[in-house]
């Protein structure tokens, strides 16, 4: 009964007027960034990060986390009133949601994704809840060696399988690593990369990146690639589900639940590959597969389930372990950081408070999303009439202002514009910047560990396999790796 | 079939010349011994590592058929929108925020394919107000410095 007395706590955390504030505010926000197609949860935390440096930890991480799962669990919404998804990770629900509103039934769509959301949210959370205790109770024991390789494992695998080319963002990674190289060695005091611009004496602020690579570079690109904005269907007629749709949809939402909820907590896996496999498994497990592609609510309901488990496992090797499973989490773990807070297992017991404070404000959250989204869902549509134009211009306002709030200095602005021009190169030439971030806030930590188990084994390198949960992990992260190469030589084309 | 240099060729190459710069630079730092890592250590690991693997990304883009990355368009908005940051840096510590905002916001509203006077004006004063709360009451920093 341990961990119901650690729940009821972190619900009296939660439930303080100021946190559940930050939490309304948090889902709101993600409500809002989910359904702008022009605005991700990526692009809203790097900007709101410096705000959230003003604010205890907790509410700081119970706002960002309300940001991240509120988006996924929004971003349906657009997929099926537009055909487009509202995040990349609904890409999915476009395929049977989008036909559904054009068959007349996309209130049905909408409340059937939004409960599949709300389930696959509860359960996950009472994942992370029951889960987290015990990962980090193994990861207690865990030193330099066991961490550097698990790092090793993290960045590999959510750099491979993730989407775009595996090389590339292997590539971004260990560039995200130099970058977090840079400024005063502190363990010599040597300048690293600095130039000798004092400026960079103290590193390069992971906000200052982000804001470059996620806000500035972000809207250059869709100035450039600007459309014509696509037109919502206009009117959703009756919410509620016909039985019928319940009946064929119960056994796909706990299947995408299970799926996105044992995949999430894996790095790099997440909330867009689990969504696809459930598509996948619906469909192979369907009477009749053509229906999919066509309105199939089976097709909605377990990848939208998926999407949201995931979305939330997905913290639970940032909570419990330190290490980001994504480019999100990397931002909040970094946020972290700064509050002081040292990433790890001691996390779940040390700072008990922060971790079972968010996790409660997580299913709260989750209630509160059910309640803003199905209601009032005509108020999103009309957000989805939202121009870029009168977008953008927010976007850059308030990056630069929350930049300039880190330290009131001009030279940090004008590295994040440095950084937008960088990170638009690099999107151009097919260079996802997620991973990098990765890289960047992993940096140091990596370079400490590696430092610290060469120091242990009196530099000799293969501690790291005399280790056994340590050569586990470096083995791992080598069948990733040949996989990764098998695959590339299959799809390889012959000459 | 001619070799094509593509986006994924360019980028290796990229890759490839951070990945050097970054060895010889590190290595001016001192590497140290295994034992006692030098802070030129782990920056030549890294850049090797680097250099391997833009290699490897040039050699698998020249194999395949690629595009050139598509800047067109491109210039626009890239040179507004640093235009508009780097002015608001440069401005507020001397301008005061609401110029350095009015400077953003008309250098940003240039950037885009139309320029409509009215909503642009609209926006400066709505984020104009915005953005003095969040500054005053959100960062607490003193009104004082919203004006120059």
């Given at each position: 009964?341990?961990?119901?007395?650690?729940?009821?706590?972190?619900?009296?955390?939660?439930?303080?007027?100021?946190?559940?504030?930050?939490?309304?505010?948090?889902?709101?926000?993600?409500?809002?960034?989910?359904?702008?197609?022009?605005?991700?949860?990526?692009?809203?935390?790097?900007?709101l990060?410096?705000?959230?440096?003003?604010?205890?930890?907790?509410?700081?991480?119970?706002?960002?986390?309300?940001?991240?799962?509120?988006?996924?669990?929004?971003?349906s919404?657009?997929?099926?009133?537009?055909?487009?998804?509202?995040e990349?990770?609904?890409?999915?629900?476009?395929?049977?949601?989008?036909?559904?509103?054009?068959?007349?039934?996309?209130?049905?769509?909408?409340?059937?994704?939004?409960?599949?959301?709300?389930?696959?949210?509860?359960?996950?959370?009472?994942?992370?809840?029951?889960?987290?205790?015990?990962?980090?109770?193994?990861?207690?024991?865990?030193?330099a060696?066991?961490?550097?390789?698990?790092m090793?494992?993290?960045?590999?695998?959510?750099?491979?399988?993730?989407?775009?080319?595996?090389?590339?963002?292997?590539?971004?990674?260990?560039?995200?690593?130099?970058?977090?190289?840079?400024?005063?060695?502190?363990?010599?005091?040597?300048?690293?990369?600095?130039?000798?611009?004092?400026?960079?004496?103290d590193?390069?602020?992971?906000v200052?990146?982000?804001?470059g690579?996620?806000?500035?570079?972000?809207?250059?690109?869709?100035?450039?690639?600007?459309?014509a904005?696509?037109?919502?269907?206009?009117?959703?007629?009756?919410?509620?589900?016909?039985?019928?749709?319940?009946?064929?949809?119960?056994?796909?939402?706990?299947?995408?639940?299970?799926?996105?909820?044992?995949?999430?907590?894996?790095p790099?896996?997440?909330?867009?590959?689990?969504?696809?496999?459930?598509?996948?498994?619906?469909?192979?497990l369907?009477?009749?597969?053509?229906?999919?592609g066509?309105?199939?609510?089976?097709?909605?309901?377990?990848?939208?389930?998926?999407?949201?488990?995931?979305?939330?496992?997905?913290?639970?090797?940032?909570?419990?372990?330190?290490?980001?499973?994504?480019?999100?989490?990397?931002?909040?773990?970094?946020?972290?950081?700064?509050?002081?807070?040292?990433?790890?297992?001691?996390?779940?017991?040390d700072?008990?408070?922060?971790?079972?404070?968010?996790?409660a404000?997580?299913?709260?959250?989750?209630?509160?999303?059910?309640?803003?989204?199905?209601?009032?869902?005509?108020?999103?549509?009309?957000?989805?009439?939202?121009?870029?134009?009168?977008?953008?211009?927010?976007?850059?306002?308030?990056?630069?202002?929350?930049?300039?709030s880190?330290?009131?200095?001009?030279w940090?602005?004008?590295?994040?514009?440095?950084?937008?021009?960088?990170?638009?190169?690099?999107?151009?030439?097919?260079?996802?910047?997620?991973?990098?971030?990765?890289?960047?806030?992993?940096?140091?930590?990596?370079?400490?560990?590696?430092?610290?188990?060469?120091?242990?084994?009196?530099?000799?390198?293969?501690?790291?396999?005399?280790?056994?949960?340590?050569?586990?992990?470096?083995?791992l992260?080598?069948?990733?790796?040949?996989?990764?190469?098998?695959?590339g030589?299959?799809?390889?084309?012959?000459? | 079939?001619?070799?094509r240099?593509?986006?994924?060729?360019?980028?290796?190459?990229?890759?490839?010349?951070?990945?050097?710069?970054a060895?010889?630079?590190?290595?001016?730092?001192?590497?140290?011994?295994?034992?006692?890592?030098?802070?030129?250590?782990f920056?030549?690991?890294?850049?090797?590592?680097?250099?391997?693997?833009?290699?490897?990304?040039?050699?698998?883009?020249?194999?395949?058929?690629?595009?050139?990355?598509?800047?067109s368009?491109?210039?626009?908005?890239?040179?507004?929108?640093?235009?508009?940051?780097?002015?608001?840096?440069?401005?507020?510590?001397?301008g005061?925020?609401?110029?350095?905002?009015?400077?953003?916001?008309?250098?940003?509203?240039?950037?885009?394919p139309?320029?409509?006077?009215?909503?642009?004006?609209?926006?400066?004063?709505?984020?104009?107000?915005?953005?003095?709360?969040?500054?005053?009451?959100?960062?607490?920093?003193?009104?004082?410095?919203?004006?120059?």
């Open positions: 009964m341990h961990i119901l007395g650690s729940i009821i706590a972190g619900f009296h955390v939660a439930l303080t007027p100021a946190n559940l504030l930050y939490c309304v505010i948090g889902a709101t926000l993600g409500t809002v960034v989910g359904i702008l197609p022009g605005l991700g949860p990526l692009t809203t935390i790097a900007m990060l410096p705000i959230t440096f003003k604010m205890p930890a907790v509410s700081a991480l119970i706002m960002l986390s309300g940001i991240y799962y509120g988006a996924h669990h929004a971003a919404t657009t997929a099926i009133m537009l055909n487009m998804p509202g990349p990770t609904s890409v999915v629900i476009c395929f049977d949601g989008h036909p559904m509103a054009r068959q007349g039934r996309a209130g049905p769509a909408l409340c059937i994704a939004a409960l599949s959301s709300f389930f696959a949210g509860c359960v996950a959370v009472l994942i992370i809840a029951l889960f987290s205790p015990v990962l980090a109770d193994i990861a207690l024991d865990f030193s060696p066991e961490y550097t390789s698990m090793v494992l993290a960045l590999v695998s959510s750099a491979t399988l993730s989407d775009g080319p595996a090389l590339t963002s292997l590539a971004m990674v260990v560039l995200g690593l130099l970058l977090g190289t840079v400024g005063t060695d502190i363990n010599t005091n040597v300048q690293r990369f600095t130039f000798g611009l004092p400026n960079l004496y590193g390069l602020d992971f200052v990146v982000a804001v690579l996620f806000a500035v570079a972000e809207i250059v690109w869709r100035l450039q690639h600007h459309h904005q696509a037109q919502p269907l206009d009117k959703v007629r009756g919410l509620l589900p016909r039985w019928e749709d319940i009946a064929a949809t119960w056994k796909p939402i706990l299947r995408g639940t299970a799926l996105g909820g044992a995949l999430g907590i894996l790099g896996t997440g909330p867009l590959i689990s969504s696809f496999a459930s598509y996948g498994l619906e469909r192979s369907a009477r009749d597969p053509t229906r999919f066509n309105g199939a609510i089976e097709g909605v309901a377990g990848p939208e389930a998926a999407n949201n488990a995931a979305a939330l496992t997905h913290f639970i090797p940032m909570l419990t372990l330190g290490i980001p499973a994504g480019a999100a989490n990397a931002l909040m773990l970094g946020a972290l950081i700064i509050q002081g807070i040292t990433p790890g297992p001691s996390v779940v017991t700072h008990a408070d922060l971790f079972w404070g968010v996790v404000s997580m299913w709260i959250g989750n209630a509160m999303l059910l309640v803003l989204n199905l209601p009032l869902v005509g108020v999103w549509i009309r957000l989805l009439r939202m121009p870029y134009r009168l977008l953008y211009p927010a976007i850059i306002a308030f990056s630069c202002i929350g930049v300039y880190l330290a009131n200095s001009a940090d602005v004008i590295l994040a514009a440095g950084f937008g021009v960088a990170g638009y190169i690099l999107t151009a030439l097919g260079c996802r910047p997620a991973p990098l971030i990765l890289g960047l806030v992993m940096g140091p930590l990596l370079e400490e560990n590696l430092r610290r188990s060469l120091l242990i084994s009196r530099g000799d390198p293969t501690i790291l396999l005399t280790h056994p949960i340590s050569a586990a992990f470096l083995v992260t080598v069948v990733i790796l040949a996989a990764q190469f098998a695959r030589v299959a799809a390889q084309p012959r000459r | 079939m001619m070799p240099i593509g986006r994924e060729a360019l980028s290796g190459a990229l890759f490839c010349i951070i990945g050097l710069s060895i010889l630079l590190g290595r001016t730092y001192g590497i140290g011994t295994t034992t006692h890592m030098g802070p030129g250590y920056p030549v690991m890294l850049g090797t590592v680097l250099l391997v693997l833009g290699v490897a990304v040039a050699l698998r883009g020249l194999r395949i058929p690629d595009s050139l990355p598509d800047f368009g491109a210039l626009r908005p890239l040179v507004c929108l640093v235009a508009a940051i780097v002015g608001f840096g440069l401005m507020i510590e001397r005061g925020l609401l110029l350095a905002v009015l400077w953003l916001v008309l250098c940003a509203c240039a950037a885009g139309r320029f409509r006077a009215i909503e642009v004006m609209l926006s400066v004063l709505t984020l104009g107000a915005i953005a003095c709360g969040i500054f005053v009451y959100g960062l607490g920093l003193s009104p004082g410095d919203l004006l120059p």
